[in-house]
């Protein structure tokens, strides 16, 4: 406490409770104690933990314990001068997710005894970087994984990848006849290409093309479960579902290849029962489905060689089965040995030899590789740092009751003797006098009764009050609290401004309300002492992020440091599936800057930094709004030259205004980190010269 708070005419309550608050580092804090708060155990395992200098890092490799201090990336790619908000990639990552799906259908494969192999492929509607595909394609050679498309761009951009003629590219969605076309074109050179027709007619059009052309034609079918999915994209699948050829029609296809004579054509069966399945059990069923169908069209004299599962392979956002929706209740192994036994069981009751096994896992190989790392600008407390009013006797009586509610709340603090209910009962009671108070004085200042200062005053005590209410109640089971008072952790919840865009780089929180693992990615080893929730640079209220892992289930804040005046850099984790691709242009703030780090032993600090793309810059942002900036040079450079005519501004000012907008036009969308830290730096001087000083 300072001195001018305790020179009022009575002697001010101490508050036991804030002191706690603002004491210094409490020294029982530990890293495992980040790892609780962090849950980092719980979605990183095995990649992602927490380092001996309190920093997060990473282990991309599969063979190797190497590991790599993301904020060692972070400070090498700043002293290079690449800006926030950077988008880290670990490429090995990549590589190792994709060797630990194939490697454990080969495990599985081994054990159950399924006699015939697996051969994946990667949908690249989930992250269609072209590196990214890459990595993917080069850890995949060794076991002939392939690639899924499911639009004509993603064909065009797949086909050229298929350096072996086994490789598979599967080809969903609606097919017109230039793809149709384009997928012949593919199985005349040889490849491996398959279309899975989703209606009836694409069938028709798809065996008439072929035979124009004279090419014997292979393709595979979505089938239409009954099964349904589990989760937020359970729609996907099922009776209900958009996609798919009904059982009636399947007939129908048997029938006419039958009559043509072209039995072989009908090479898999697909289904997909959409993305991050939380239930293994329902996958089974999807599984258990779709090979019966395909025993059943073998047994017809079909030469039916595959079964396609499609994607649907979830991610541990929080951990396995942690209470989130969508969180998932299986492992790795677990969904693999689930689809290999499955099969397995249905080909042997039915007697029918065993197909190769597909699977269009995306979300599972390519959501840990990226990182998303934002820098914290500022941050607004609720209770900002408010001295304590003065409070005399001939005070405004709204100001001294609010002000002898701390009395009382002192009492109650320090009064162990009562029980536990009565005493929360006290609290309960003075949290609604509080809010009542507040709202007088609210009220009599709207009338015109309280000075502003006196308003200033009870919003003070206000919130010093809930401040030590939430101090008290901390020595309280949580879940014991009446709902008026569990909410107060809420009401004392900073806001944390950072420098990026929801909607271009996390879009799923704000589109589906999904919730990614965030937190600091260094002072791991000091207590986080504010609670925040994170706003971005979007003028869009709903440009946040308030929803984050917590205990069991969801918390709406995250534990967050105090912000000094070095740089605080905050983490956005398993963002490589879909957010990359989905962002939009929302405040036209384009993609950001990427790098793609790759472990290395030999390097300094175990990894060196190959690439780095550039984010958008604001002209490009623009040119996709059909601005250009010549027609927007010449517009400013317009009125420019109307006020140098008018003698508004000198002509050498109004070059350099048209010099400082032709360079901005030029810059990354985000706001510059670099010029933050300088006006900190140099606070003293005036960063700009004053025109109107000027002769
Ligand atoms: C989106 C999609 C996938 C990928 O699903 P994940 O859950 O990301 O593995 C696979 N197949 C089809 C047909 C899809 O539409």
């Keep these: 406490m300072n001195g001018n708070e305790t020179a009022s005419?009575?002697?001010?309550?101490?508050?036991?409770?804030?002191?706690?608050?603002?004491?210094?580092?409490?020294?029982?804090?530990?890293?495992?104690?980040?790892?609780?708060?962090?849950?980092?155990?719980?979605?990183?395992?095995?990649?992602?933990f927490i380092n001996s200098e309190g920093n997060v890092g990473v282990r991309p490799l599969i063979d190797s314990d190497l590991d790599v201090d993301v904020m060692k990336v972070v400070e090498e790619a700043h002293s290079r001068g690449i800006q926030l908000?950077?988008?880290?990639?670990?490429?090995?990552?990549?590589?190792?997710?994709?060797?630990?799906?194939?490697e454990s259908f080969r495990v599985a494969i081994e054990e159950f005894r399924y006699e015939n192999h697996y051969q994946g492929v990667y949908p690249v509607k989930v992250n269609q970087l072209h590196e990214v595909v890459e990595e993917i394609l080069d850890a995949g050679a060794q076991y002939n994984f392939g690639l899924e498309c499911g639009s004509k761009a993603e064909l065009l951009a797949t086909l050229p990848h298929l350096t072996?003629?086994?490789?598979?590219?599967?080809?969903?969605?609606?097919?017109?006849?230039r793809m149709l076309s384009l997928i012949l074109t593919g199985q005349r050179l040889g490849k491996n290409v398959l279309p899975i027709l989703e209606k009836f007619h694409e069938f028709e059009e798809f065996i008439a093309a072929a035979t124009e052309r004279n090419i014997p034609p292979a393709f595979g079918a979505r089938v239409r479960l009954s099964s349904s999915g589990s989760g937020k994209w359970r729609?996907?699948?099922?009776?209900?579902?958009?996609?798919?050829?009904?059982?009636p029609q399947i007939m129908r296809i048997v029938h006419r290849l039958k009559e043509e004579g072209i039995t072989d054509a009908f090479k898999l069966v697909h289904f997909h029962i959409g993305s991050q399945i939380t239930d293994i059990i329902t996958l089974k069923g999807a599984v258990r489905e779709a090979a019966r169908i395909y025993t059943k069209l073998v047994k017809m004299g079909l030469g039916v060689q595959y079964i396609d599962v499609g994607g649907g392979l979830g991610v541990n956002y929080d951990s396995v089965d942690f209470g989130l929706d969508q969180s998932i209740n299986y492992t790795l192994q677990e969904y693999v040995n689930g689809v290999v036994y499955t099969i397995k069981e249905i080909c042997d009751i039915e007697r029918v030899p065993h197909p190769v096994i597909v699977s269009e896992s995306g979300r599972a190989l390519t959501a840990h590789h990226?990182?998303?790392?934002?820098?914290?600008?500022?941050?607004?407390?609720?209770?900002?740092?408010?001295?304590?009013?003065?409070?005399?006797?001939?005070?405004?009586?709204?100001?001294?009751?609010?002000?002898?509610?701390?009395?009382?709340?002192?009492?109650?603090?320090?009064?162990?003797g009562r029980g536990e209910r009565q005493r929360l009962a006290?609290?309960?009671?003075?949290?609604?006098?509080?809010?009542?108070?507040?709202?007088?004085?609210?009220?009599?200042?709207?009338?015109?009764?309280?000075?502003?200062?006196?308003?200033?005053?009870?919003?003070?005590l206000y919130w010093r009050l809930i401040q030590y209410l939430d101090q008290i109640l901390k020595g309280f089971d949580r879940d014991s609290l009446p709902s008026?008072?569990?909410?107060?952790?809420?009401?004392?919840?900073?806001?944390?401004?950072?420098?990026?865009?929801?909607?271009?780089?996390?879009?799923?929180?704000?589109?589906?309300?999904?919730?990614?693992?965030?937190?600091?990615?260094?002072?791991?080893?000091?207590?986080?002492?504010?609670?925040?929730?994170?706003?971005?640079?979007?003028?869009?209220?709903?440009?946040?992020?308030?929803?984050?892992?917590g205990e069991d289930g969801e918390r709406n804040h995250l534990p967050l440091h105090e912000l000094n005046d070095k740089p605080y850099y905050l983490g956005c984790f398993l963002m490589g599936a879909y957010q990359d691709i989905l962002g939009d242009m929302h405040n036209l703030f384009g993609r950001v800057n990427e790098?793609?780090?790759y472990a290395d032993a030999e390097e300094q600090n175990n990894f060196y930094i190959e690439a780095n793309i550039p984010g958008t810059t604001i002209t490009e942002v623009l040119s996709l709004v059909q601005y250009s900036s010549s027609d927007l040079r010449k517009r400013m450079d317009g009125i420019i030259r109307e006020k140098v005519r008018l003698k508004e501004i000198r002509p050498r000012q109004g070059v350099e205004f048209l010099e400082q907008y032709m360079a901005a036009l030029k810059e990354y969308t985000y706001y510059n980190f670099t010029d933050l830290h300088q006006v900190k730096e140099n606070k003293d001087k005036p960063s700009f010269t004053d025109d109107r000083q000027e002769p």
């Design 9 to 48: 005419d009575i002697p001010t309550p101490s508050l036991t409770g804030l002191d706690i608050l603002r004491d210094e580092a409490s020294s029982d804090w530990s890293l495992e104690d980040a790892d609780i708060t962090y849950h980092i155990d719980r979605w990183g395992s095995p990649y992602f």
């Design 85 to 102: 908000p950077i988008l880290i990639r670990f490429q090995d990552l990549l590589h190792r997710r994709v060797v630990e799906l194939n």
């Design 164 to 177: 072996r003629d086994e490789m598979l590219l599967i080809c969903n969605g609606y097919k017109d006849r």
């Design 235 to 247: 729609e996907s699948g099922g009776d209900i579902s958009k996609f798919g050829v009904s059982i």
């Design 370 to 416: 990226s990182v998303l790392i934002v820098g914290v600008l500022d941050s607004t407390r609720k209770e900002p740092e408010l001295t304590l009013p003065k409070v005399t006797e001939q005070e405004e009586p709204v100001i001294r009751e609010l002000y002898d509610l701390f009395e009382t709340l002192k009492s109650i603090a320090t009064d162990t």
């Design 426 to 460: 006290r609290c309960l009671e003075i949290f609604h006098d509080a809010i009542e108070k507040r709202g007088d004085a609210d009220q009599l200042f709207s009338l015109g009764y309280l000075s502003l200062e006196d308003k200033g005053n009870a919003e003070s």
């Design 484 to 549: 008026d008072l569990y909410q107060i952790e809420d009401m004392l919840v900073d806001q944390y401004l950072c420098d990026f865009s929801v909607f271009q780089s996390i879009l799923d929180h704000w589109a589906i309300a999904q919730i990614f693992p965030i937190m600091p990615i260094h002072r791991l080893s000091e207590e986080p002492k504010r609670r925040g929730t994170i706003v971005d640079l979007t003028c869009d209220s709903d440009g946040k992020i308030d929803r984050f892992i």
């Design 595 to 597: 790098i793609h780090v």
